[in-house]
Every structure is written in structure tokens, then in C-alpha cells.
């Protein structure tokens, strides 16, 4: 049944007539006001699964006037939508992924942004609350996801250090950030 519900919404939001009718600028989202504001052109809509006891929920990526990309995550009540979470890691979207990354059996969000001349990466999850809450922020020329055997997955960063002397080769470093069980957090060497 919940799936139902998540197709509807997304149904809903493309049945308003494509992205390009969910710019701001006039269109009412089919129930969801607000979200996207004069100026604004929605990049991506995605229904997630609903918190346990929790309406429904979607991921929406909006490009902003000023042509920075943010992320919100909205949820419906009996009032209505409301954005619930919103970041803006990075300066362009790249992809967005629905994991459960910490092995806690609730679905997590990992989003990809460029910044500059590196990637970034940005695990949502949510917390004792259902709060959707950053587990993770941080910026590479490469990040890699691996699962591990316990089921979490590891983020493998990767980048130039510049420590190198003059003439000699480009040296890296790679940053592993693995779940501890309440956080990620930087793996000893």
C-alpha cells in the first residue's frame, strides 16, 4: 500500500504537467504548495518511504534563482506539506540514492554534489525523533561507497595532498568513513 501512495505522489507531481510546470510560477504541485517557489525549477522529485506512523514524504531537488541546487525533503500531515529538511552541500546536484547505509533497517539518503574541482557527499538519516538529520558531509576528487560484511557501507575519500616535492609524481591520500554505530567517523590508518 505504501508503495502505492509514493507512485501517487510522484504521479501527482509529473501529472502537473512535467518538471517544467513545477517551476513556481503558477502551478499548485497537486497538493504540494509551496515547496517549489516563484523563481525556483524542480529538478528531481522522488517519493521515499514514509517513516514508521509518518505520512508521506518526497525528496525534491530545486535549482534556485541564483542557479545553486538545494535538497528538501517534505512531509505531509493533516496540514499539509511542509519542507522538513533542506542542505545545500554542494554547488550542482548529481545524483541522489535511497539505501539504508548504517544497518538500522530505515532507508537513508545519499546525495552527490560537485563543488569546485571536488565531489561531495551528504548521507541523510533520520533520528530517534523520524527527524531527517546530516550522518555524514564531506568532499573528495573521488568517493567510493563499499559495503561491508555487517551490512553498513564505508565511504572511501580520496584526494591530492600537494605534500609532494617539485617534480616529483602527485600524491593521495585516501579518508575511510566507516559507520561506528551512531556516527561515521574517520577509520584509523
Not at 499548485?28 to 505520512?55: C, F, N, S, Y
Not at 569546485?116 to 523520524?130: F, H
Request: charged share 25%.
Amino acid at each position: 500500500m505504501r508503495a502505492h501512495r509514493r507512485t501517487a505522489v510522484v504521479a501527482a507531481l509529473l501529472a502537473a504537467g512535467g518538471l517544467a510546470a513545477c517551476s513556481g510560477g503558477g502551478g499548485d504541485l497537486r497538493g504540494i504548495p509551496d515547496l517549489v517557489k516563484t523563481g525556483e525549477t524542480l529538478q528531481m522529485a522522488r517519493a521515499l518511504p514514509a517513516a514508521p506512523g509518518g505520512g508521506d514524504e518526497v525528496a525534491l531537488v530545486v535549482r534556485s534563482a541564483d542557479k545553486h541546487d538545494e535538497l528538501r525533503v517534505a512531509q505531509r500531515s493533516g496540514t499539509g506539506w511542509k519542507v522538513a529538511h533542506a542542505s545545500r552541500p554542494g554547488d550542482e546536484f548529481r545524483n541522489l540514492l535511497v539505501e539504508d547505509v548504517n544497518a538500522d533497517g530505515r532507508p537513508d539518503l545519499v546525495t552527490r554534489w560537485a563543488g569546485g574541482q571536488i565531489e561531495i557527499v551528504e548521507v541523510l538519516g533520520r533520528g530517534a525523533d523520524n527527524a531527517w538529520g546530516a550522518l555524514l558531509q564531506n568532499g573528495a576528487e573521488v568517493i567510493e561507497e563499499r559495503r561491508r560484511p555487517d551490512r553498513t557501507v564505508a565511504f572511501w575519500l580520496t584526494s591530492r595532498t600537494y605534500e609532494e616535492d617539485p617534480g616529483h609524481p602527485p600524491v593521495y591520500e585516501t579518508t575511510v568513513y566507516g559507520w561506528n554505530g551512531r556516527s561515521f567517523v574517520e577509520e584509523p590508518k
